[in-house]
DNA sequence: CCATTGACGCAGG
DNA sequence: ACCTGCGCCAATG
């Protein structure tokens, strides 16, 4: 039996984030099994295709801060997409108590493919 | 092969 | 709230 890739196993957390919800680098790192490494979710979600259309605007950083600076052209996309969702961004900062995805062992382990 | 670079996180000060 | 340093490590030059 052969492990999954790892960025296959970081892109189906980010895909089961639901719609409305954020999760920071660090835990789609943790739940696919990869902890302490949030840098390479980064370099995954860059890496993925776009045919893919993993929902990447809904992962931030551990504080809530958008990842992107401030103005640039990837953090006003982010911040469109989750304001559609209903995420409120203030200060380029979501607040996680109240956005922030707590996925149930349920939800994990009835991830598809 | 060595150095630098990050869509990061955390502990300190 | 802001800054600094360190751990992390695949990718890039």
Redesign the pocket.
Same mark, same amino acid.
């Given at each position: 039996m052969q492990e999954e890739p790892?960025y296959a196993r970081l892109w189906r957390i980010v895909a089961a984030i639901p719609s409305g919800r954020v999760a +920071?680098?660090?835990?789609v790192a943790d739940l696919a099994g990869l902890p302490? *490494? $949030?840098?390479?979710?980064?370099?995954a979600?860059?890496? +993925?295709p776009a045919e893919r259309d993993l929902p990447?605007?809904r992962?931030l *950083? $551990?504080?809530g801060r958008i990842?992107?600076a401030p103005g640039s052209q990837?953090a006003r996309t982010?911040i469109m997409s989750l304001r559609d969702e209903g995420v409120v961004i203030k200060?380029h900062r979501v607040d996680m108590r109240r956005f922030g995805w707590r996925p149930t062992l349920g939800d994990l382990m009835s991830l598809p493919y």
């Open positions: 790892k +920071a680098y660090g835990l302490g *490494r $949030a840098r390479l979710v980064s370099r979600l860059r890496a +993925a990447w605007h992962v *950083r $551990a504080d990842a992107f990837a982010q200060g």
